[in-house]
């Protein structure tokens, strides 16, 4: 079974910088598509980012341009660089793989705090 750990997350000030890391443990895994999801104290959970099995990326149209999500040289591993970063960026932030129609696979790991100070 396939276990995703996030990591990376802080309090940083606005205009500030953090990069999130997404490791995958497990037998068999192979890279599907992934996403980067968060949840905000009393909203819901969104999509922030996402890849494709081919590395197709898509964003949220309130992080483009800020966040970047990549694929490290380990294909286990997938990291979320934000730049930038507003008040609005504080949240819980998961990353989940999915299938490249958009199905998620698996379940929501522990996730990792972002907090974004003005």
């Known amino acids: 079974q396939v276990q995703l750990m996030e990591s990376g997350g802080g309090l940083v000030q606005a205009g500030g910088s953090l990069r999130l890391s997404c490791a995958a443990s497990g037998s068999m895994f192979t890279f599907n598509g992934m996403g980067w999801y968060r949840q905000a104290p009393g909203k819901q959970r969104e999509s922030v980012a996402t890849?494709?099995?081919?590395?197709?990326?898509n964003y949220a149209d309130s992080v483009k341009g800020r966040f970047t999500i990549s694929r490290g040289s380990a294909t286990n591993v997938v990291f979320l660089e934000m730049n930038n970063l507003k008040p609005e960026d504080t949240a819980v932030y998961y990353c989940?793989?999915?299938?490249?129609?958009?199905?998620?696979?698996?379940?929501w790991g522990q996730g990792t705090q972002v907090t974004v100070s003005s």
């Open positions: 890849m494709t099995s081919a590395g197709s990326t």
């Open positions: 989940r793989r999915r299938t490249d129609s958009g199905l998620l696979i698996g379940s």
